[in-house]
C-alpha cells in the first residue's frame, strides 16, 4: 500500500497567519490527493480534490498544490473556524491516508 | 438532502461479531460506490472497505481483510459491514462515505459521510 506522510502533525497558528501543510507519498501517485477538514466530533469535510480543485462551498483562503509525491494544503490567512485536524488522502491505489496534522491556536 | 445514517455500533466482546448497517437517502444509491471509513479514539482516519454500485468491486484493508465482509441492498438503498472476530484494534467510530464514482479508483473521494457508529471491542 501507499504510505502518505503528513508533516507537521501539529502546529500552533495565530488568526491571519499563512498556514502550509505537507503530504509526501511513498510513490507518486500523479494528482490522485484530496484533502479533509476534521473538526472535533464531527465527520471529515472535503476541501480540496485532485490535488488543487477546490471543492464547492469552500472558502478561496484554502488551496492545494503538487503532484507526484509531494502536495501541499495552503491556508492563506488563518481564520478562527479553521482551527481542526486536516488529512491528506490518495486514490491512486487501495485508499490511504495520512496522519493528520492538527492545527492549534497560539 | 443526502443523508448516510449509520447504525449497528455497540460493545462487543474479542473474537465475537458485528454487523453495521448505513442507510442512505437524498440520492440515487445504485449510482455510487460506498466505503466504510474508520477512526480509531483520538486517531486518524482509516480506510476499511470498499464495494462498487453493482457489489461487482470489493476492496479491503489488509487489517481487515479475511474477517470483514461489506455488502449493499441496493432496493433499500443500504450498506452493510459484517465484522467477525473482532480485535481490541477495531474499536473506532465507523463512518460510511459515498464515493463520486461508480467503482472506487483513481479519482475517488468522499463528499457526504454519515455521522458514525461506535465500535468497542473490549472484554
Redesign the interface.
Known amino acids: 500500500?501507499i504510505q502518505m506522510t503528513q508533516s507537521p502533525s501539529s502546529l500552533s497558528a495565530s488568526v491571519g497567519d499563512r498556514v502550509t501543510i505537507t503530504c509526501r507519498a511513498s510513490q507518486s501517485i500523479?494528482s490522485?490527493l484530496?484533502w479533509?477538514q476534521?473538526k472535533s466530533g464531527k465527520?471529515?469535510k472535503?476541501l480540496i480534490?485532485?490535488a488543487s480543485s477546490l471543492?464547492g462551498g469552500v472558502p478561496s483562503r484554502f488551496s492545494g498544490s503538487g503532484s507526484g509525491t509531494d502536495f501541499t494544503l495552503t491556508i492563506s490567512s488563518l481564520q478562527p473556524e479553521d482551527f481542526a485536524t486536516y488529512?491528506c488522502?490518495q486514490?491512486?491505489?487501495?485508499?490511504?491516508?495520512?496522519?493528520?496534522t492538527k492545527v492549534e491556536i497560539k | 438532502e443526502m443523508q448516510l445514517v449509520e447504525s449497528g455500533g455497540g460493545l462487543v466482546q474479542p473474537g465475537r461479531s458485528l454487523r453495521l448497517s448505513c442507510a442512505a437517502s437524498g440520492f440515487t444509491f445504485d449510482d455510487y460506490a460506498m466505503?466504510w471509513v474508520r477512526q480509531a479514539p483520538g486517531k486518524?482516519?482509516?480506510?476499511v472497505s470498499?464495494i462498487s454500485w453493482n457489489s461487482n468491486s470489493i476492496?479491503y484493508?489488509?487489517s481487515v481483510k479475511g474477517r470483514f465482509t461489506i455488502s449493499r441492498d441496493n432496493a433499500k438503498n443500504s450498506l452493510y459491514l459484517q465484522m467477525n472476530s473482532l480485535r481490541a484494534e477495531d474499536t473506532a467510530l465507523y463512518?460510511c462515505a459515498k464515493d463520486i464514482m461508480l467503482v472506487?479508483?483513481?479519482?475517488?473521494?468522499?463528499?457526504y459521510?454519515?455521522?458514525?457508529t461506535l465500535v468497542t471491542v473490549s472484554s
Not at chain 1, 486514490?91 to 490511504?96: A, E, I, M, N, R
Not at chain 2, 472506487?104 to 463528499?111: C, E, I, P, T
Open positions: 500500500d500523479s490522485f484530496n479533509y476534521q465527520a471529515p472535503l480534490y485532485a471543492q488529512y488522502q486514490s491512486y491505489s487501495t485508499l490511504t491516508f495520512g496522519g493528520g | 466505503h486518524g482516519l482509516e480506510w470498499s476492496g484493508a489488509a463512518y472506487s479508483g483513481s479519482g475517488s473521494y468522499f463528499v459521510w454519515g455521522q458514525g
